[in-house]
T-cell receptor
């Protein structure tokens, strides 16, 4: 059963505009959330994370928002750049747990 | 550091054949993870090791799958016999330690095609 869901397989955005990638989860015990970015023919690389005690974490052009009541998180990229074109995976982990639960990924295309 | 190294990068085989995927983790990392990526399920954890010892293999889909870590710098994932539904990209990842917030570093993956 998929505990972390990314319902949009793909997203296209114009360069300079905002990209919003969404992620939903079902397990209310998840305590930590991450976004990984994956280019073709490469492995995923860590992008940004957020603890459940926060509702926002920002790192440069990337901001992750967490809505615990809705079991929803989102990644905002502002402004979007062509180099941001990649597959983005959302992941979650349990407090004290040992594994990450990944979503199915969203393929972002930033159009120049 | 060269990062996590996986070989081969691509593997094409016929149904029923044995397949062995290899991984070299980042030096000094105590944890090693094997994942499988499919369109339907995203990244699934198959098994992970701590100090060369398998800790959780509940994600291994069937007895056809096995994994070993004979030393701190090498791990294998074996499928025997392989089936077309095993076609996927297999990733190896390592981390310095496992806390639920620790970053995992992924290798480039092995794209497996079973005909």
């Amino acid at each position: 059963d998929q505990q972390v869901k990314q319902n949009s397989p793909s997203l296209s955005v114009q360069e300079g505009r905002i990209s919003i990638l969404n992620c939903d989860y079902t397990n209310s015990m998840f305590d930590y959330f991450l976004w990984y970015k994956k280019y073709p023919a490469e492995g995923p690389t860590f992008l940004i994370s957020i603890s459940s005690i926060k509702d926002k974490n920002e790192d440069g052009r990337f901001t992750v928002f967490l809505n615990k009541s809705a079991k929803h998180l989102s990644l905002h990229i502002v402004p979007s750049q062509p180099g941001d074109s990649a597959v983005y995976f959302c992941a979650a982990s349990l407090y004290g747990g040992n594994q990450f639960y990944f979503g199915t990924g969203t393929s972002l295309t930033v159009i120049p | 550091d060269a990062g996590v190294i996986q070989s081969p990068r691509h593997e094409v085989t016929e149904m029923g054949q044995e397949v062995t995927l290899r991984c070299k983790p980042i030096s000094g990392h105590d944890y090693l993870f094997w994942y499988r990526q499919t369109m339907m399920r995203g990244l699934e954890l198959l098994i992970y090791f701590n100090n060369n010892v398998p800790i959780d293999d509940s994600g291994m889909p069937e007895d056809r799958f096995s994994a070993k870590m004979p030393n701190a710098s090498f791990s294998t994932l074996k499928i025997q016999p392989s089936e077309p539904r095993d076609s996927a990209v297999y990733f190896c990842a390592s981390s310095l330690r496992v806390g639920y917030t620790d970053t995992q570093y992924f290798g480039p993956g092995t794209r497996l095609t079973v005909l």
